[in-house]
């Protein structure tokens, strides 16, 4: 939380919900009063400016239940909420005040909320003239933005909030890593893109510790940012990560440079670390993607044949697998399947959920339906309903234009 001085009441909004006086927490449990408490609490404390009205509270405390007296059932709520406020020790007042049909948080109890103070913040950077003022007040303003707004809270009102707060916690950490550019601050602009993609993750922020990274000519960290980028949307999304992503990631790739060295020692470093491991070379996308578009140039001098295969897990009725803890298994157990089938030469990449591509250096179109009987023989077992559907196309197009595909195993 912000703090813990005595007799302020701290409120956290994001990622969650939760009230704390004097270092103790005010909410707690599960049962149906306590939620009620819960929603009451969240609607009055974060509209502490302008109320809320009683049909309002009202719709949250009870939704579309069916209850004779709507009104008697929420002052019961809000009486037994003063109930529990006193108990948890906070001083005699009048907490929940209602003016004509208007309830309002007391004034008497000072509350200091994480979601309100990234409001104020991101104001009054906005309003600054002076360039370091403005910057800490971004920082600050971002570093109260710890998660979603209320976390998994489904009122309409809430999902509103969250999607502001969200899009304000962008426009922030924009603003400040633009600030931070000019003023070249790239240790900050490092730790801020960190903690953006800690808190907003899947959302492109790892292209500010890139350009942080590359800045201050930290190649290497770079280089591993961009491959571990490229694997945790895989594994998160089952998608590569978006085309923003990868052409700034790829341009930022291209700025760097590296020291003076003998081609020894360059040399020893472009070697796999260990040296060759049994196998085909497994690759991350933008490693594979390059290997693609070489041996695709090379191909331009003919005499050899390159086909690029298609490996997707299917279910017993032929049908991709989308999703689940058994798509998963089945993946890791194609994915040594195919590891152990192909050459030690051809590259493997596992683009997305249930998915591989493999590339083919120097073969037929009969020895990609030999390899297809390897990986089946390796995957299958028993009487597994589950197979693999197997697409392949020739690098160089055929005359016809059209891929060949193989069926399912």
């Keep these: 939380m912000m703090g813990n001085n005595d007799n302020i009441l701290y409120v956290q909004m994001f990622g969650g919900f939760s009230m704390t006086w004097n270092g103790k927490s005010v909410t707690g449990g599960s049962k149906s009063s306590e939620t009620q408490f819960v929603y009451l ?16 509270i009202e719709q949250a405390l009870f939704e579309d ?40 948080w007391t004034e008497a109890i000072p509350v200091i909320e994480d979601a309100s103070e990234m409001d104020r913040l991101g104001r009054e950077a906005e309003a600054a003239a002076d360039p370091a003022e403005k910057l800490s007040l971004y920082l600050d303003a971002c570093h109260r933005y710890t998660g979603d707004f209320l976390g998994n809270q489904t009122a309409v009102w809430a999902a509103q909030e969250a999607r502001r707060y969200r899009a304000l916690f962008c426009a922030c950490v924009e603003a400040a890593v633009q600030l931070m550019r000019e003023r070249h601050e790239y240790f900050q602009m490092e730790a801020l893109g960190l903690y953006a993609a800690k808190v907003n993750p899947l959302a492109d922020w790892e292209t500010v510790t890139m350009e942080a990274l590359i800045s201050m000519g930290r190649y290497d960290d770079a280089r591993k940012l961009y491959d571990d980028t490229v694997e945790l949307y895989l594994q998160e999304q089952g998608l590569r990560p978006s ?10 790739g291209s700025q760097m440079g590296h020291h003076y060295a003998v081609l020894d020692d360059i040399q020893a470093k472009l070697s796999e670390p260990g040296g060759p491991v049994p196998g085909g070379y497994l690759c991350p996308y933008p490693v594979f993607q390059g290997i693609y ?24 009725k032929g049908n991709p697998m989308r999703d689940g803890p ?22 493997v990449n596992r683009y997305g959920k249930g998915q591989y591509l493999v590339l083919l250096i120097n073969t037929t179109r009969e020895n990609c339906q030999i390899l297809q009987r390897r990986i089946n023989y390796r995957f299958l077992v028993g009487r597994q309903r589950t197979g693999v559907q197997y697409y392949v196309n020739s690098v160089v197009c055929t005359a016809d234009g059209q891929k060949e595909v193989f069926g399912k195993g």
């Design 326 to 347: 058994m798509l998963e298994e089945l993946s890791g157990r194609l994915g040594d399947a195919i590891q152990q089938s192909v050459r030690h030469g051809d590259a």
């Design 243 to 252: 085309p923003r992503l990868m052409e700034l990631l790829d341009r930022l």
């Design 41 to 56: 609490m969240q609607l009055l404390l974060h509209h502490r400016e302008k109320g809320v009205s009683r049909s309002r």
């Design 293 to 316: 578009q070489m041996i695709a140039r090379m191909m331009e001098r003919g005499g050899q044949s390159v086909y690029l295969m298609l490996c997707t897990v299917v279910d017993s």
């Design 65 to 104: 239940r069916d209850i004779n007296d709507l009104h008697h059932a929420a002052r019961s709520v809000i009486y037994n909420a003063k109930k529990k406020l006193r108990a948890a020790g906070l001083p005699e007042a009048n907490y929940i005040e209602r003016r004509k049909d208007v309830y309002h």
